[in-house]
């Protein structure tokens, strides 16, 4: 094959490699996280360090003091950085007791019902079913015979809530430029979490491993996912990346199993393909923007 034919072929399977990639890299700091940091800080100083190094390392690359905002702009990032923090707490408590892909595709209620409630159309219906479905298969409602944790249950559905304030949130602050409202929204998220990790872990957060693996799983598990994914939406309509991402609770399954040693049920992975479907079918029929609206970070 021709260089000139190659270029093409890898140009038009870019945005698809760079959401798997994004997933991927998010799945393996997460790993990293649960593996090695949680028996030390617990997930509450996981999520501490995890976030606070997240927000240092986009802040030094974004640099966000160069943009101007106003007093709204303001509030709005403060609405998301919170939200954005009670997802990373609510779902790191969660993995205290849950596999980590199931727990991910828990957490997946939340943007897909904030795509389902925004359109209300007959076929979102069908969406909702395969979604409840799959819940059903994981929740503990004494129904299933399910033997997930109730409280890490609880925290899935709390990052699930949180995650869908932080898409609401996020879009009144969507006129901004990305790396603006990414690195402030990640600054207000640590210092929404960052308390809550010193007040459980203490003096543990010093730790040089702790500070080392820390690092890692910040660049790993945010930075790289954020700037995969800022390109690929470049390249891509917003349904079409919402596609690609409803990907992640199978890769994060697939990632677990292999660095985790997490083995899921049949009925587990049934689950996940329900949800995962119900993802994908909302992003498909979701309606399709104009040209000049597609998701795509600003330009700097």
């Not at 028996?39 to 640099?63: D, H, K």
């Not at 689950?271 to 700097?300: K, L, V």
Request: glycine content about 10%; hydrophobic content about 60%; proline content about 5%.
């Amino acid at each position: 094959m021709s260089a000139s034919p190659l270029r093409s072929l890898l140009h038009r399977f870019f945005p698809f490699l760079a959401v798997l990639g994004s997933v991927t890299a998010l799945g393996i700091g997460t790993s990293w996280a649960k593996h090695w940091l949680f028996p030390v800080v617990g997930a509450q100083g996981t999520t501490a360090v995890r976030v606070g190094f997240s927000a240092l390392l986009v802040l030094l690359l974004w640099r966000p003091w160069r943009w101007y905002l106003s007093r709204a702009d303001a509030r709005a990032v403060m609405l998301y950085g919170a939200a954005l923090g009670g997802m990373n707490l609510m779902f790191y408590m969660s993995l205290r007791t849950l596999p980590f892909g199931l727990a991910v595709a828990i957490e997946f209620a939340g943007p897909l019902a904030v795509a389902i409630w925004s359109s209300r159309r007959a076929v979102d219906f069908v969406w909702v079913a395969l979604a409840i479905a799959g819940l059903g298969m994981l929740l503990p409602l004494g129904l299933n015979g399910s033997t997930l944790d109730p409280v890490g249950v609880f925290y899935a559905l709390g990052a699930a809530v949180f995650w869908g304030l932080y898409i609401v949130f996020g879009k009144r602050a969507g006129h901004l430029h990305a790396g603006h409202s990414v690195s402030l929204g990640l600054l207000v998220a640590a210092l929404v979490v960052v308390p809550v990790g010193v007040v459980h872990a203490g003096d543990a957060l010093l730790s040089p491993t702790v500070l080392f693996i820390g690092v890692a799983v910040a660049a790993v598990s945010s930075a790289i996912p954020i700037s995969l994914e800022m390109m690929a939406l470049k390249r891509l309509p917003k349904e079409a990346f919402g596609i690609m991402i409803s990907m992640e609770p199978a890769v994060a399954a697939l990632v677990a199993m292999a660095l985790l040693g997490e083995h899921l049920s049949v009925v587990q992975w049934l689950a996940i393909g329900c949800i995962m479907a119900a993802s994908m079918g909302s992003a498909m029929t979701a309606a399709r923007p104009a040209a000049a609206d597609r998701a795509a970070p600003q330009a700097a």
